[in-house]
């Protein structure tokens, strides 16, 4: 069990994972499946987010999907960055809600983490701008 000051390791696990991205400029709707990991870095210092899977287009082509992120706690917050350790958003573990927005390019990408229904929970993204505009939603359920 993890401490008040070691809310990260609430996330620690194998998680399957299903998300689907509806683009609105195409009107399309990809989905991934595949699994994700969240283990302590072998430093010590936060932990280490892995995912795998595969994506699925309207058309049922299907192609190999993999991302990884640095997760880290600071200040009550988990901070998640991309694994060349750009920064990606920040998020309050004990109540989810509205992570911090960011800019990639032009594009915005809002959303929040929900986790009501503990030990499942949810990420949604709300992206628009010139290049992009589309809703993703993940879904983590524990492995066991």
């Known amino acids: 069990m993890c401490n008040a000051r070691d809310q990260i390791g609430r996330f620690f696990g194998t998680f399957a994972v299903a998300r689907t ?9 990809v989905r991934f499946d595949g699994t994700a990991t969240l283990e302590r870095r072998s430093d010590g210092v936060g932990a280490k ?9 309207p058309s049922g082509v299907r192609f190999h999907a993999e991302r990884s992120y640095l997760w880290h706690e600071d200040a009550g917050r988990i901070w998640v960055r991309f694994a060349d350790g750009r920064d990606f958003h920040d ?3 004990k109540i989810g809600g509205l992570a911090s927005a960011h800019l990639c390019g032009a594009d915005l990408y809002r ?5 009501s229904d503990w030990p499942r929970w949810s990420v949604t993204w709300e992206v628009s701008g010139p290049r992009k505009d589309y809703c993703s939603i993940t879904t983590y359920v524990p492995v066991e």
């Open 111 to 115: 959303g929040g983490y929900e986790l």
């Open 91 to 93: 998020f309050d573990p």
């Open 49 to 57: 987010y892995a995912e795998l899977g595969e994506m699925v287009q």
């Open 21 to 29: 991205i509806q683009d609105r400029l195409s009107g399309e709707i």
